[in-house]
């Protein structure tokens, strides 16, 4: 069954500390998508990456870079120098849909890490 | 950017009313989703839409709730008689192609008094 495992539930840090949440998830298949997604205390959903099962290479953008290991089922995700803006709760999310002919891609959620940044 | 829209951003009903939250997917988008957040939790999905018809419904989708696309361009989840417990963050979601990348709208806050 798919399940996504956050198990940080909150982290402070002062602002300009490096910060790293954790994302484990468990999928039976070989094909699947994993997501990061910032929820801002105004309640939007901001997208922040999307990344293939094939596709183990590390990404960085700015100050936000992730960490995809299939070996350890983990897709971490690091703020570099954070600021006051970064605080929010930050969801990981799994998808396991193939182009197969099937009509439907739902994600499965973690329960998300609050991160809050103080200055 | 194209966006999904969300109408209304918050409403407020009574227990054992009906209510109707709207969305205005991409133009060009075919697969439609609905989403929940209940307050402080993970968001869950809900249903998922393609092709004028339900492709797959959680449990938490039981007959209180249906979806329809009425005319082309909006997706609308209705809550047939509102319960307490169903207060929460709704969110309509949709891609372009099965595999394409999710377009959230910003939610529709319910509250059910």
């Known amino acids: 069954a798919q399940k996504v495992t956050q198990a940080q539930t909150e982290i402070s840090v002062v602002e300009k500390e490096d910060v790293t949440l954790d994302c484990v998830y468990e999928?039976?298949?070989?094909?699947?998508?994993l997501f990061w997604y910032k929820q801002p205390p105004s309640g939007e959903l901001v997208f922040l990456i999307r990344r293939n099962s094939f596709d183990e290479q590390n990404e960085i953008s700015g100050r936000y870079s992730w960490n995809f290991q299939k070996s350890t089922s983990s897709f971490n995700f690091t703020i570099t120098a954070s600021q006051v803006v970064d605080s929010a709760v930050y969801f990981c999310a799994l998808s396991e849909a193939q182009d197969y002919g099937g009509a439907t891609n739902k994600l499965i959620f973690g329960t998300g890490t609050l991160l809050a940044v103080q200055p | 950017e194209p966006e999904v829209t969300q109408t209304p951003s918050h409403q407020v009903t009574q227990m054992g009313q009906e209510v109707i939250l709207r969305c205005v997917p991409i133009s060009n988008h075919l697969y439609f989703y609905w989403y929940r957040q209940i307050l402080g939790q993970k968001v869950e999905f809900l249903v998922s839409f393609y092709n004028n018809e339900i492709s797959e419904k959680s449990e938490i989708f039981d007959d209180q709730f249906s979806v329809e696309r009425p005319d082309g361009s909006n997706f609308t989840l209705k809550i047939r008689s509102t319960k307490l417990e169903d207060s929460a963050m709704y969110f309509c979601?949709?891609?372009?192609?099965?595999?394409?990348?999710?377009?959230f709208g910003s939610g529709t806050r319910l509250t059910v008094v």
């Open positions: 999928t039976r298949d070989t094909t699947y998508y």
């Open positions: 979601a949709s891609t372009p192609t099965l595999l394409g990348g999710y377009t």
